[in-house]
Structure formats: C-alpha cells, structure tokens
C-alpha cells in the first residue's frame, strides 16, 4: 500500500471515528429529562393556534387541541385567512362537540383575512390573534402538532420554573409510521438531523437555546413587551426563531420542556417534500442566530460527503482498502440517521422507505443551491421572494391594517367568530359591541 493510498485510508479511518463519536452524543443527548416542578399557580393563558389549509388528520388534531388539564383557565383560539378555508367546518364542529359534551370549552375562531406586504400568514394570523387573546401567558401551536393533554401543562410549568424565562417550547416529533418516500424524508429531517442536534444543543446549554423552534411554544407578555411584540418579526420569513433570538438579547431565556409533541404527516409527495426541504434549509439559513448549532447540524451531512468523495477517489485509482472505508461513512451516516430517528420516538422505516436516510443526505447540496439560486419558496399556499439573506424581499415594512373588528355568533352569547378587517364606520360599531359584551379572561 502506497503512501497516497495509506494517507486517503487513515482519513475515512478519522471520519469513521468521528461519526462514531457525534452519534453517541447525539443518542445520549436524547435520553428523558425530568418533569419540571408544579407551580404552585397556573397563570390564565390562551393558546393560538394558525391554521392554512387541511392537514392530516386535521379533525383529530382540533380535537386535541381543545383536550388538555391545564389547571388554570385557558382558552384557544383557532385562527383561519378567511371563511372558506377548509378547515374552519372542523373547528367549529370540534368546539360544538366539545360544548354538546358539556366539557369546559373557551374557544373562538378568528379570521385573520390577507398578510399585508411584508408579513407571512402565519405571523399575520398571530398578530390579529393576540389582540383578541385574553391570557395571562401566549402560546402558540401549529395546526399539524396534536400534543397529549399534559404537554400544555409540562410547557407552562417549564416556563414558570426557570428564572427570567420569556418563552418556553416544547421540541417535536415526527410520530407517524412514514408511507411515502416524502413522510420518510420529513421525519428524518425532523427526528434524525434536527431534533437530536437541538436536544444537543440545549442540554450543553443547560435547558436553553439562543432561539425558540415554535410549533409549540408560550411566551410572557413581559417578554413580548419588551422585544417590541410579535410586530418586531416583520419582514422575516422564520418568526419563531427571530423572535426568541430578540428575546435573549432583552436579558430573558427561551427554556426546553422535557416533553416531546407529536407533529402529524402522512401521505406526502416527493414533489412536496421537495418544497418543505428547500423551506427548511431557507429557515435554518436565515433563522438561525447560533453559529454553534449550525456547525453541530453539518457535522452529519459533512462527514457523508467527505467518505463519499474519499471512496470516490479510492475507486477511481483503484485502491479497495480506502474505497472500502471510504463507503462505510456515507452509509453509516445514513444508518444513523434512521437510529436516532427511531430513538427520539419516530415511526418504524418500512422497506420501501429504507433508503430514504441516504437520499436526504445525497440531496442536501442540491436542495442547499436551489434555496441560493432562486430565492423563492412556497409556504402554506403563498409564494414568498427572499433576499440574499433568505429574508423576506421587501422594500417597506407591513403597513398597520388596524385592531380586529369582532362580532358574536353563537346563541348562548359566547363570542365564536372574530374577523379582523379595515376601520369602516360599521365595523366601529362591532367593535364597540364586542368591547362592550366581550368576556374576560382571569387577570392573571
């Protein structure tokens, strides 16, 4: 054996150690947390909750929504662009249901109408919501989450145990057995590449992280306030991260609860996975704040493409012994991948699906250039132009589309619709109804 071909064998030799010791700490990183102490108070709280579109298995995801023992007042807030989303029938036959059971149910929907320029539709659908919130403490939840009824009371008691805590979020798990190529790539992007890395992150970081991942998250109003409220996000395309990355430069903390949410999806195309792919490495590349966790997440990728360019080069001077070790690190980042997939709580990998793990990695790069390249991804039904910074390409920010205008619904005078439009003179007087007849939340 050559010294060139010694030299190539010795660094897939390093790689392979290297994937051996990152997997290790990424599987000890995963291993359970205990629960957070009970306050010896629960604060009021209202839970919003963004919905575009149908998800899967929507109707049981809004159930779920509204089935928790939180044991202080909540109330949820199920937040639609408009009337005709195909969502909103659900919604409000889940709050019926809920009510016909004779079970506690503080739920309202809202319709948020059109993001002005500027502004997501998600972020647009937070603002309106928070103006009709009546909670001490702001949760927000993503339409695709169905936590179990004690996630909302393990995130709250997160929050309220960690001194100068902002916001508290829970991380999430692909749960669903993937049966398509598309489910597979989601849930090993969600549970073997990011979930791992943040649980990494956080536990070096003892329970917190520089930025918040929201699909299940609460927030104090203390925080909010002093950030500028939901407003300071305008012109970013990931809300979350920013604004938990602005409330850890105002001297608060954004905690992890110790307990996972599962995030739904089952059935999606290739095609679809395709567009969430080049979504989210858009939000890792312009949410991010942490260069830290950023070089944790390439470790994985990097490794699979350094052994695949080193078997590569082996094979083509015809040396086996480096081709060989040269292979084992791509496929043993794939492999592990899958493991701490499953780990985290992921659904089995049916045959169909087993060589998914290499296909994400194989792809990244051109997943990664297509995000550089176009500057354009499609979210929930919109299409948004990114800058350089994969930010929002705007020249202005939002314009102020003014406070929701509300009006009531429901027989027994529980308000159930809010609408949220311009400042016309009918619509001042729903609003001076709605001031005058609205319900209030507990003041703390």
Request: with cysteine; glycine share 10%.
């Amino acid at each position: 054996m050559g010294a060139q071909e010694m030299l190539l064998a010795g660094a897939a030799a390093l790689l392979l150690a290297e994937l051996a010791r990152s997997h290790r700490a990424l599987r000890r990183a995963l291993e359970r947390r205990p629960p957070p102490p009970e306050p010896a108070h629960y604060p009021s709280l209202t839970v919003i909750r963004p919905i575009k579109g149908l998800d899967t298995g929507a109707e049981a995801n809004l159930r779920a929504a509204l089935d928790n023992d939180y044991p202080g007042w909540v109330e949820t807030l199920f937040v639609f662009d408009d009337a005709g989303e195909p969502a909103l029938e659900p919604a409000r036959r889940a709050i019926a249901e809920r009510r016909a059971a004779g079970r506690p149910c503080e739920a309202r929907i809202v319709i948020s109408g059109e993001p002005p320029t500027g502004r997501t539709g998600k972020l647009h659908a937070m603002i309106a919501a928070v103006r009709e919130a009546r909670g001490a403490l702001l949760a927000f939840a993503d339409s695709d989450t169905r936590a179990d009824p004690k996630a909302l009371r393990t995130l709250v008691a997160t929050l309220l145990a960690a001194p100068r805590a902002g916001s508290a979020f829970a991380p999430v798990v692909a749960v669903e057995e993937p049966a398509t190529l598309g489910d597979a790539g989601y849930a090993l992007l969600l549970n073997g590449l990011y979930g791992p890395v943040a649980a990494a992150t956080e536990r070096r970081n003892g329970g917190e992280l520089p930025f918040v991942m929201g699909q299940y998250s609460v927030y104090t109003r203390e925080a909010l306030a002093a950030i500028g409220g939901l407003e300071c996000a305008e012109g970013q395309l990931v809300d979350d991260m920013y604004l938990g990355a602005r409330i850890k430069a105002a001297g608060f903390r954004n905690v992890v609860a110790p307990r996972r949410v599962p995030i739904i999806q089952r059935g999606l195309s290739l095609g679809g996975f395709w567009r969430l792919y080049v979504r989210w490495l858009a939000f890792s590349r312009s949410g991010l704040p942490a260069l830290e966790f950023k070089l944790r997440a390439a470790v994985l990728p990097i490794l699979f493409w350094l052994g695949l360019v080193v078997a590569i080069v082996a094979l083509s001077r015809g040396w086996p012994v480096p081709a060989a070790l040269g292979a084992l690190v791509p496929l043993g980042v794939a492999s592990s991948t899958g493991i701490l997939h499953r780990t985290i709580g992921g659904g089995r990998l049916g045959w169909r699906v087993r060589a998914a793990p290499f296909l994400l990695l194989l792809v990244a790069p051109v997943v990664a250039a297509s995000v550089a390249l176009r500057r354009e991804i499609e979210w929930r039904g919109r299409r948004y132009r990114l800058d350089a910074r994969a930010r929002l390409d705007v020249e202005r920010p939002a314009p102020e589309t003014g406070e929701p205008v509300c009006w009531e619904e429901a027989p027994d005078g529980v308000p159930v619709e809010v609408a949220c439009t311009g400042s016309t003179a009918a619509a001042e007087a729903l609003r001076r109804r709605w001031r005058t007849n609205r319900p209030r939340g507990p003041a703390s």
